[in-house]
């Protein structure tokens, strides 16, 4: 069965710096997004894209974030300059349809933030 | 918005016990999707049910989209079934997932 893969599994970061976290859709889906689990939290959504453009974004989604799909696989998002409560699991989903279809999730990345 | 509401937030069973989780949302959806996160974190896909019934081994999951809640019953669990249990509605403005807040599963031995 199709899944959505997604690396590192973990990452650990200093503040300030950098991250892109990598996921790869299942491959005949169009819509993809990005959900973030603060620890202990609800899972929230980031951000969807479709056709090469954001579709949606929340309120979270600011500045600091971007997401680009490079490739023909890979859907990425990057964090600018990390902050202590960018720590969280990050997942990464795909859809065939957005509206009517499955959002299969990936198995997200623990971010941490030092 | 929609809004998502799960029970009862905690649960602990036996091993080989029934149980039955709920999730209540404000508004009428088109997807309405059940997920299992264990204890690594991974969130796995148990149900896209917008309406109807479906069941997969032990689990089986009903929505009744007019009445605005959806059930997943657990039967005969055993401690791999340990975790949170997530609904999550589509918001059909934007198409975003609204999760609720979980239902922490413990099946003791």
Known sequence: EPEVTQTPSHQVTQMGQEVILRCVPISNHLYFYWYRQILGQKVEFLVSFYNNEISEKSEIFDDQFSVERPDGSNFTLKIRSTKLEDSAMYFCASSGDRRTDTQYFGPGTRLTVL | ?109
């Open chain 2, 1 to 109: 918005g929609i809004q998502v509401e799960q029970s009862p937030p905690d649960l602990i069973l036996q091993e080989g016990a029934n149980s039955t989780l709920r999730c209540n949302f404000s508004d009428s959806v088109n997807n309405l999707q059940w997920f299992h996160q264990n204890p690594w974190g991974q969130l796995i896909n148990l149900f896209y049910i917008p309406s109807g019934t479906k069941q997969n081994g032990r689990l089986s999951a009903t929505t009744v989209a007019t009445e605005r809640y959806s059930l997943l019953y657990i039967s005969s669990s055993q401690t791999t079934d340990s975790g949170v249990y997530f609904c999550a509605a589509l918001r059909d403005s934007n198409y975003q997932l609204i999760w609720g807040a979980g239902t922490k599963l413990i099946i003791k031995p």
